[in-house]
């Protein structure tokens, strides 16, 4: 009689082990897309300031026959904003890539 208990307490550990492991690996999966989409989104952010800073210098220069692509704010911003795109891109590549593992 014992034996069995014993038996049946040692089941019950394993498959409390397995459950915890699995759920484990589960929240460190969750937690890896949610860092990914907070990255995304803070790099959206950062790509809206620079565009809004942008606007606010053409706004500025308006009716002025200057050329505003010759100023080095908004050439600096311009690269910026290519460099973010690809790196929102990629983050958001992998978010998806890891939820459908998921899934």
């Known amino acids: 009689m014992f034996s069995q208990v014993k038996k049946d307490l040692e089941q019950g550990v394993e498959k409390l ?20 989409l907070y990255k995304s989104e803070e790099m959206k952010k950062q790509k809206d300031d620079l565009l ?5 210098e053409v706004y500025e220069h308006r009716g002025q026959n200057r050329n ?15 460099k973010l795109e690809p790196e929102i891109k990629e983050s958001l590549e992998k978010a998806s890539a890891i939820s459908k593992i998921i899934s």
């Open 17 to 36: 082990k397995w459950f915890s492991s699995l759920l484990s690996e589960r929240v460190r999966i969750e937690l890896e897309v949610f860092k990914l």
């Open 52 to 56: 809004k800073s942008i606007g606010e």
């Open 68 to 82: 505003i692509y010759a100023r080095s704010e908004i050439i600096a911003a311009i690269k910026e904003i290519e």
